[in-house]
């Protein structure tokens, strides 16, 4: 496959001093080494007076961050009039002030622990968004899914250069336009949502790509996002394709080179490229998977 156009509105600096180390140690013979580490910091999110959680990230974009979160947490609606974002690098605190009074004291108590890494919660109330889901028709295309997982694997990134990150993706027909990566997957979609708030972006149209695994979480905050279309180079959870199932969201997984499998929302996609066309993933850009993708 031809070499992917560059048409990313953020991605991955892999070079950003802020972001990674370079530490010392030795290898499985004894001998010294040195290897870059990614730095994780804590960011305590505060919605206008209250405090509402720390979250462990590579902090790069902690405005998007904290916005997402909100949103994906249902704390934040999206008609709310955002009246500030304020963030103070020394303390490590973001703070985000509405125009709406916001109290969510009894919320807090309830969250419910998740499977993600690095902070992943879900309130109980979420569930709602699955059986309210009116998700947009939308078409995914076997090229566009192919000229995106190319992209991803073929841009710089954390995830090359230091490890220990996910990535997600925003892309619209076959060209990626955001890419985030963090210590926790659902970090990296927080800061996506966040992004896509901000600057008030459609998501009818829009393909939501991510590294890790698809599962109810993933699945709950991609349907609150209201993109019709998930991909993962993971696999799935029972609860993760049921949900998605419920939503009539298109869930496709283990895509890796040309092979994938869609579990939900098959309707969607067009099969319109030629597999002889298509290569296997090299291993050079092959992720942390089980037996059973490859």
Known sequence: MDAPRDRFLIKPDPHDPRLTERVTGIDQTGAKVETSVTVER?????????????????????????????????MLQPDDTVTGID????????????ERPTDYEAKLKKKVQTSGCAQGTVFG????????????????????LYAITNAV?????????????????????????????D???????????????????????????TTGRLTSEMVIKCVRMEIPILVSRSGFTAWGVELARKANLTLIGRARGKRFIALAGEKRIVFDQNLDYIEEE???HRRKASAHDD
């Open 42 to 74: 804590a960011l305590t999110i505060f919605l206008n007076s209250q405090e509402i959680v720390t979250a462990m990230t590579i902090n790069d974009y902690p405005d998007y961050l904290a916005l997402g979160y909100l949103l994906n947490q249902n």
């Open 87 to 98: 963030y103070d690098e020394e303390l490590s605190v973001v703070v985000v002030r509405t």
């Open 125 to 144: 109330d979420l569930m709602e968004v699955i059986e309210q889901a009116k998700l947009p028709d939308a078409e995914l295309r076997t090229s566009w």
């Open 153 to 181: 694997n073929t841009t710089p990134s954390l995830y090359l250069e230091a490890g220990a990150i996910h990535g997600c993706v925003l892309a619209v027909r076959d060209e990626p336009i955001v890419y985030m990566e």
């Open 183 to 209: 210590v926790g997957r659902h970090n990296a979609v927080d800061k996506i949502a966040g992004w896509m708030f901000k600057h008030q972006v459609s998501a009818a149209d829009k393909i939501f790509y």
């Open 282 to 284: 090299s291993s050079k």
